[in-house]
């Protein structure tokens, strides 16, 4: 069985203005599992999202990242370039972490290799396609070692090349087993991939079980919209 790799405990989140964003929010993740997160815009995920990464604190309950970092992609992938070249910007986290000159270029190019990205380790980064951006993105969490790894929104202001894009990586970082949380409110691309299925709304958990027992649900009492084909089918490639 599969060691407990994220505890988030009565988790509340209460901003200055006094808006509650989350409310005693309660889950655990297991190492190499893929929960995907469903929620309507201002359900509370990204306010969860940031908490996971450690980007803020919560008002109350804890969360415990046992013996790992959280990975984030961020749902506007230009906020996370910050090298003009591929290579350059994949190195750049890697390279803080106190990597040697051969060790960090093995793992940089292994990163680009596994996002598809090595044959353009030389472009420039400003001329890349929103899915490559992702892509982009991804690889320099995947050089970073994070052993959990979360996508906010991922398919937001991209094409369908670039979506079935996004899809190809996901469904390959859940046949290696990586950890990863995706928050969307698109889940009729990619609800095939879950392992789990939580509907947060209103700040709360509405559901946590199989994406099997979801479609059994009516999602539309939680502003998601239900998927009109069977499960199987609710990935695009």
């Known amino acids: ?9 009565k988790v509340s989140k209460k901003f200055p203005d006094g808006t509650l964003a989350l409310k005693d929010v309660s889950f655990k993740v297991n190492e190499g599992e893929f929960l995907i ?10 306010v969860l999202m940031t908490l996971i990464a450690q980007l803020d604190k919560p008002s109350d309950g804890k969360i415990i990242l046992k013996n790992a970092a959280a990975g984030l992609v961020f749902q506007d992938a ?8 591929v290579f350059e ?10 990597m040697k000159k051969q060790q960090l270029k093995d793992c940089v190019e292994n990163a680009l290799s596994e996002t598809g ?17 992702r892509r982009l993105s991804l690889a320099g969490i995947l050089a970073m070692n ?20 996004v899809c190809e990586i996901l469904l390959k970082l859940k046949k ?25 709304d209103k700040g709360q958990i509405r559901f946590d079980d199989t994406a099997e027992n979801a479609l059994k649900e009516n999602l539309e009492q939680w502003s998601i919209r239900n998927p009109r084909r069977k499960l199987e089918e609710l990935l695009w490639l």
């Open 1 to 9: 069985m599969n060691s407990t790799i994220l505890t988030v405990e």
């Open 37 to 46: 997160i469903a929620g309507s815009n201002g359900s509370g995920k990204s």
């Open 78 to 85: 230009d906020s996370q370039i910050l090298g003009e070249t």
């Open 89 to 98: 910007d994949v190195s750049f986290g890697a390279r803080n972490s106190g």
């Open 117 to 133: 990205l090595l044959h353009k380790k030389n472009s420039m980064t400003r001329v890349m396609s929103g899915g490559e951006k």
């Open 146 to 165: 994070r052993s959990l790894i979360i996508f906010d929104e991922p398919f937001a202001n991209l094409d369908y090349p670039g979506i079935k894009s």
């Open 176 to 200: 290696e087993k990586k950890t990863v949380i995706l928050l969307t409110h698109e889940i009729e691309k990619c609800l095939a991939l879950a392992d789990r299925f939580i509907v947060l």
